[in-house]
């Protein structure tokens, strides 16, 4: 299993506007001030400085919202991949990684928050009106007497469904999902002349339940996944879960992904951060919310915790002790397990 890190910054982060000089405009004004000097003639350090300084252009450097792709190994050569979690900046972020949406098998949806189902609306319309998306679905979508691609909104308003087998998986938990699609639903129930929508129209709906784990093949192995439950935030009286995931392979790995919560909330998920050989763990290192573990509380940690630890969700990068936790995380990092 290979996990790449999508983005790694919090909720509310935002990129920088910087002046660069592209490598393309490095070599353009090189070989323009080359040409114009005389053989053996001396160019300038002004010269160059001057040319490059009038090539520079205004770049964003963006810093991406944390999600994850997680990729299991088929026998066909061909991974599956599942994204945990999708912010509203995902598709950006995806692309940034080196993939597209037609990549993506699945998706797993921990807790309603934009940062973690803000790109929904994207992922659903862009994967429905695809008709590239899963062999077999553009011969689907042929008229049998035209042969022409009959468009998706009009196989819908006649009361058709598409193939589970040409839609990607979405899964999570019920009262989770219920969510999203209250948070979806204006956006995407207007498909042109269709009245019935709702998530399973774009989606293959897999609810997940407690000590019930989804299982993937991944090359000779097999990876269970269980969802582990702890608090993100205390809503008035009302507290909002987030639902982690417990990851643990048939020949005894086991990594565990707590996604939002806050510090051991409750007391009993330190439990899993013990059994876990690898944490994945997000990290506050601004002001304190008390929706996520902060940097001076993880630090509070035993040792042999803090080394299981890799932080990211952050917005400045953490400053730590040299080897005082596994790993910081950056944007694009991959781990192979």
């Excluded at 309603?112 to 994967?127: C, K, N, Q, R, T």
């Excluded at 269709?194 to 993937?216: A, C, E, G, S, W």
């Excluded at 507290?239 to 982690?244: I, L, V």
């Amino acid at each position: 299993m290979k996990i790449t890190a999508l983005g790694v910054n919090s909720a509310f982060s935002s990129g920088e506007y910087v002046k660069s000089v592209s490598l393309e405009a490095i070599n353009h004004e090189l070989k323009k001030i080359v040409h114009s000097k005389k053989k053996n003639e001396p160019i300038p350090i002004k010269d160059i400085i001057k040319n490059l300084s009038s090539a520079a252009e205004t770049m964003y450097k963006p810093k991406w919202q944390s999600n994850f792709i997680l990729e299991f190994e088929k026998e066909n050569g061909n991974p599956y991949r599942l994204v945990l979690d999708f912010g509203s900046d995902f598709r950006h972020s995806l692309q940034g990684a080196g993939y597209k949406l037609n990549d993506i098998d699945g998706y797993y949806c921990s807790h309603p928050h934009a940062d973690h189902i803000g790109g929904i609306e994207g992922v659903a319309l862009s994967h429905i009106f695809n008709p590239y998306f899963k062999e077999g679905k553009l011969e689907w979508l042929k008229n049998e007497t035209t042969n022409e691609i009959d468009l998706i909104a009009k196989r819908l308003s006649n009361g058709e469904q598409i193939p589970e087998k040409y839609k990607p998986d979405l899964f999570g938990h019920k009262s989770v999902l219920n969510e999203l699609w209250s948070a979806a639903r204006p956006g995407l129930e207007t498909i042109q002349g269709v009245t019935d929508v709702n998530l399973h129209t774009y989606f293959n709906v897999k609810y997940m339940q407690d000590n019930r784990p989804i299982i993937f093949d991944d090359a000779e192995r097999k990876w269970s996944i269980y969802t582990v439950t702890s608090v993100h935030v205390n809503a008035g009286y009302r507290q909002m879960p987030s639902y982690g995931l417990m990851l643990e392979s048939s020949d005894g790995k086991i990594i565990y992904m707590p996604t939002d919560t806050q510090f051991m909330t409750p007391r009993q998920v330190s439990l899993y951060y013990e059994k876990a050989h690898v944490v994945y763990q997000d990290c506050e290192t601004g002001p304190r919310s008390e929706v996520h573990p902060h940097l001076d509380d993880l630090k509070t940690l035993s040792p042999h915790l803090k080394k299981k630890l890799i932080l990211y969700h952050y917005g400045a990068e953490p400053e730590t002790e040299p080897d005082e936790f596994k790993e910081i995380l950056k944007t694009g990092t991959t781990h192979e397990y």
